[in-house]
């Protein structure tokens, strides 16, 4: 019979390093992300003081006790196009807004040391019809979710600010 410690959900919400460089080394569990700066997780990017258009790598290390024989990996909202690489290994690929997503972990979850690497592209939007805003998967007027970003691409020049990030919780379940 499952105990409560079974069931707790942890935390991975909190200070992250990260780059706006694009290098695949980053999701490397053995790359030294010490000179990076840090931010605050869950947070949309723009609010964190950073104005990018493009690719942003996360990265967090965290320590786990083996609780259960399932781990999953949990992310309730990454904005827009993301990696998710646990240990070195990757574990997937999400687009999308709003919409929660997770990963099985329990064959790459360590008890002790682990590394969490996530690629978060939020590329600029193009004004037009040509621009990949008209493609998006977005749940609009749902929980009162809709397309943020300010000008964003129906404004006839373009996106004023990028809101991409890991914007809501990441959690171990």
Not at 12 to 21: A, P
Not at 46 to 53: A, I, R, S
Not at 75 to 91: A, Q, R
Not at 126 to 136: F, I, R, V
Request: aromatic residues 14%; negative net charge; proline residues 4%.
């Amino acid at each position: 019979m499952p105990t409560l410690e079974d069931t707790i959900s942890q935390s991975l919400n909190g200070l992250w390093h990260y780059s706006t460089e694009d290098n695949p080394q980053f999701s490397n569990p053995g790359f030294d992300d010490s000179a990076w700066k840090t931010m605050e997780i869950p947070c949309n990017w723009f609010l964190n003081g950073l104005d990018h258009h493009g690719s942003v790598w996360f990265r967090r290390e965290f320590a786990f006790r083996k609780r259960r024989e399932y781990a999953s990996l949990q992310f309730d909202g990454v904005d827009y196009f993301s990696d998710v690489y646990l240990n070195g290994v990757h574990l997937g690929h999400h687009i999308g807004y709003f919409d929660s997503f997770s990963f099985d972990v329990t064959g790459i979850l360590r008890s002790g040391k682990n590394i969490l690497a996530v690629r978060v592209e939020s590329p600029y939007e193009t004004p037009g019809l040509d621009g990949w805003h008209l493609h998006k998967h977005l749940i609009k007027g749902v929980l009162n979710h809709h397309d943020c970003r300010p000008g964003g691409g129906g404004e006839t020049v373009g996106q004023s600010y990028n809101t991409g990030g890991i914007w809501n919780h990441v959690h171990l379940d």
